[in-house]
C-alpha cells in the first residue's frame, strides 16, 4: 500500500481566536507552514519569520 502522509498544521484552541483574528491571507500562509501553533509565542515567531522573508524579497 502506498499510503502518503501528508504534514498538517496545528492551532492550539487556546490561541485561536487570536489566530482566526488574522487575515485570511496571512493564515493560509502560516497553515502552509506546517507548524505547529501551541502558544502565542509561537504564533508571533513564525510571523516574524513571515515578516524578515517578506523584507528580504526583492
Known amino acids: 500500500m502506498n499510503a502518503e502522509v501528508k504534514k498538517m498544521s496545528y492551532v492550539n484552541p487556546a490561541i485561536h481566536s487570536q489566530f482566526e483574528s488574522l487575515p485570511i491571507d ?4 502560516i497553515l502552509s507552514r506546517n507548524v505547529k501553533l501551541e502558544n502565542l509565542n509561537d504564533l508571533i515567531a513564525v510571523l516574524e519569520s513571515i515578516v524578515s522573508e517578506s523584507e528580504s524579497s526583492p
Open 26 to 29: 496571512l493564515k493560509n500562509e
